[in-house]
């Protein structure tokens, strides 16, 4: 059974910095595109940004380039996101997301998802 365990969120004045940690679990192949979508109040979920876990090939999302940083640690079954310069824009929650069949970072291609963690962009 795939399980995510999401950690980083809270509350953060614009122009900071928070990193979000997805542990994942459960995985019987090493051949997925795992990422992060964010929702916000009274939006829709959108990709934010995905990584292959294979070779590393990122997707970020245009508002988040340059600012937002995805990486991953295979010896931990771990993937990162970096955000820096942060805008009250970007308060959502976000959620750690897995894709088995291929590289979309897509909310209807992804099979596996976490329980979300609050960033609040707010000073």
């Known amino acids: 059974q795939v399980q995510f365990v999401e950690s980083g969120g809270g509350l953060v004045q614009p122009g900071g910095s928070l990193r979000l940690s997805c542990a994942a679990s459960g995985f019987t192949r090493d051949d997925y595109t795992i990422g992060w979508f964010r929702q916000a109040p009274g939006k829709g979920r959108e990709g934010v940004s995905c990584?292959?876990?294979?070779?590393?090939?990122?997707f970020y999302r245009d508002s988040v380039k340059g600012r937002f940083t995805i990486s991953r640690d295979n010896a931990k079954n771990t993937v990162y996101l970096q955000m820096n310069s942060l805008k009250p824009d970007d308060t959502a929650v976000y959620y750690c997301a897995a894709n088995t069949k291929g590289r979309n970072c897509l909310y209807w291609a992804m099979d596996y998802w976490g329980k979300g963690t609050l960033v609040t962009v707010s000073s």
């Open positions: 990584i292959s876990r294979r070779d590393g090939s990122t």
